[in-house]
């Protein structure tokens, strides 16, 4: 019965994990189709970069994509690293997404180019760099587990941090700035969410262990003692 009950907690757990990062991610569907199904226009909903009366953009920004190709990548990312968020560090899984989805943004607005920036990925690098430092900073095992199976999925993300040409068609300074944002945010919060495992040690059961062994000691050293005064006794006799 304890074995089931583990097993139904671990299932809720893992429903409930992927159920904001699923409605965000169809949210994301559901404006590309919209937007190309009525042959509208949603780039002016991303960012530009110091313009002022768009800096809503970045509330905006991640439910505009360019094609099928850019939406289907950032929608598959962000449901795998905003369930992870969600499934290994719950207790502060929403202040590290929203924190995350507004600073990532901020940054961009402030460093970008003079162009209009679209798409989820500042987000998704915020994420993946907050589960893979906030591993490494809390030196928990399982966590470090997570840590290296980012670098082994996500590890090439770090080759997209910095301009490759010199009018690079990818918002790289939008990698960045979530990047920024993730590994402060993995040291801001390193002492919130699960920590370190402690091993203790009973002292009790290292007590009764001892005590047991000084009672077969004197045990045995009495059964000694007894036997050899019975070796006197007849020999005694035999005199």
Same mark, same amino acid.
């Given at each position: ?10 299932k ?36 530009y ?41 719950r207790? #502060? ?13 901020? #940054? ?14 500042g ?18 095992? *399982? ?28 918002s790289?300074e ?11 945010? *993995? ?29 077969? #000691? ?22």
């Amino acid at each position: 019965m304890l074995l089931k009950s583990n097993n139904s907690a671990e299932k809720q757990q893992l429903i409930l994990s992927i159920f904001i990062p699923a409605i965000i991610g169809i949210l994301m569907i559901l404006s590309y189709l919209l937007e190309h199904g009525m042959n509208w226009d949603f780039h002016s909903a991303g960012i530009y970069p110091r313009r002022l009366e768009n800096i809503w953009g970045i509330f905006t920004i991640i439910f505009v994509h360019s094609d099928l190709e850019h939406l289907s990548n950032n929608v598959v990312s962000f449901l795998l690293l905003g369930s992870s968020l969600f499934f290994f560090y719950r207790q #502060i899984a929403i202040k590290i997404l929203i924190n995350s989805y507004i600073f990532s943004g901020i #940054i961009l607005w402030i460093i970008g180019r003079e162009n209009w920036h679209i798409g989820a990925s500042g987000l998704i690098y915020s994420l993946a760099f907050f589960l893979f430092f906030s591993g490494v900073f809390r030196r928990n095992t *399982s966590l470090i587990a997570i840590s290296l199976t980012i670098a082994f999925l996500y590890g090439s993300m770090i080759w997209h941090l910095f301009p490759w040409q010199l009018q690079d068609p990818i918002s790289w300074e939008g990698h960045l700035a979530g990047g920024i944002v993730g590994l402060v945010l *993995s040291f801001l919060y390193r002492k919130q969410g699960p920590q370190k495992e402690i091993v203790e040690w009973d002292e009790n059961n290292e007590d009764n262990e001892v005590a047991e062994d000084k009672e077969d #000691i004197e045990g045995n050293e009495v059964a000694e003692d007894k036997e050899e005064n019975e070796e006197k006794v007849d020999e005694t006799q035999k005199v």
